[in-house]
């Protein structure tokens, strides 16, 4: 049940009851996990991927939007959030590949609430209070400090997590190999051609003053790709 009055008001409105019901017409009465037939529609949860919380819930974009909610009976529901002893076992993704091929992206739509995510670039931002994409050199020692923490944390499966999502470029074979498995991950390669990157890059709006500055991570990472 949702903690918030707000959210609870949202489950309860007309507005989601309808919702609901207009996808299960659509989709049919099935689990989209575990593929189920389920009997009564009632049984059939609409699960929120990006979670609702009062901040979120009346932003229709999220809490209305059709490819943001899944149709699954309540064991799998139960386990998509952790809930009541239904523990999944935790799972840690190594998600690799080129600047500006989408792996912050990739990880938004798929990480849930309570899970442990890794990325130089957002701990980067913690630690400096500059904009993303703007990394002193200076402060790259104490990053990467926080950084190996973090996966050593991952390594023996400390603290109360769901799952892990490890973000980086990892060009190299070798040091993709060691994450994989030191940690037991699933690697995950965004597979984005350099000339796909560096169009993205051109349309950049918030790298617009540091083209060449990414270019050169891109070409960077390109250059040091092995397979
Ligand atoms: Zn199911
Ligand atoms: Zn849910």
């Not at 500006?100 to 670039?121: C, N, P, Q, W, Y």
Request: charged share 30%.
């Amino acid at each position: 049940m949702a903690k918030h009055e707000v959210l609870k008001r949202f489950y309860n409105s007309d507005k989601w009851v309808t919702f609901r019901l207009g996808l299960i017409n659509e989709r049919g009465n099935t689990c989209s996990r575990c593929n189920q037939i389920i009997a009564k529609s009632k049984d059939l949860i609409g699960h929120h991927k990006v979670e609702l919380i009062p901040e979120n819930v009346h932003d229709h974009n999220i809490s209305l939007n059709p490819e943001l909610v899944d149709l699954v009976c309540f064991d799998c529901h139960n386990l998509v959030h952790h809930r009541f002893g239904y523990k999944a076992e935790k799972k840690v993704y190594l998600v690799y590949g080129p600047p500006l091929s989408g792996k912050t992206t990739f990880v938004k739509e798929r990480a849930i609430r309570g899970d442990l995510v890794v990325d130089m670039d957002m701990l980067y931002s913690a630690v400096s209070m500059q904009p993303f994409f703007d990394k002193p050199d200076n402060l790259l020692m104490n990053v990467r400090g926080i950084y190996n923490q973090l996966l050593d944390n991952i390594k023996v499966r400390h603290g109360k997590w769901h799952n892990a999502w490890i973000i980086g470029g990892y060009a190299d074979k070798y040091k993709r190999e060691k994450v994989v498995n030191d940690l037991g991950a699933e690697p995950i390669f965004l597979d984005v051609s350099k000339e796909e990157c560096l169009q993205r890059l051109a349309v950049d709006e918030e790298r617009q003053y540091r083209q060449d500055e990414w270019q050169g991570y891109i070409e960077n990472w390109f250059d040091y790709y092995t397979e």
